[in-house]
């Protein structure tokens, strides 16, 4: 029933920042889990952060940890992704998620919803 769009893709030098933001068409988004994960050309869709529903708890993939941070305003329906410091390597497809329940952050599975996705590229 909720609909996720990812947006704020692009093109990026290496060491660069760049923010992706996620919009939840419900007014339940409130209550979700939320995560970004991401796929690039010829690898599996891996984890790359997750939140609360409350945003008081934050997961990241250990590639991430200490460049991006996830975060999410529940008044605007909004998750967002700061990532900072960026490298060629984390070029890839950007999907947002979103989990009603489930026990796992960074099991794509756990997640119900799905954004379409949005295209990072980062070059050196």
């Known amino acids: 029933q909720v609909q996720l769009v990812e947006s704020g893709g692009g093109l990026v030098q290496a060491g660069g920042s760049r923010r992706l933001s996620c919009a939840a068409s419900?007014?339940?988004?409130?209550?979700?889990?939320m995560g970004w994960f991401r796929q690039a050309p010829g690898k599996e869709r891996e984890f790359v952060a997750g939140?609360?529903?409350?945003?008081?708890?934050?997961y990241y993939a250990d590639s991430v940890k200490g460049r991006f941070t996830i975060s999410r305003d529940n008044a605007k329906n909004t998750v967002y992704l700061q990532m900072d410091s960026l490298k060629p390597e984390d070029t890839a497809v950007y999907y947002c998620?979103?989990?009603?329940?489930?026990?796992?952050?960074?099991?794509?599975?756990?997640?119900?919803?799905w954004g379409q996705g949005t295209q990072v590229t980062v070059s050196s």
């Open positions: 998620a979103g989990r009603y329940y489930g026990g796992s952050y960074s099991q794509e599975y756990e997640y119900q919803h």
């Open positions: 419900r007014l339940t988004f409130s209550m979700y889990a």
């Open positions: 939140i609360n529903w409350s945003g008081r708890t934050t």
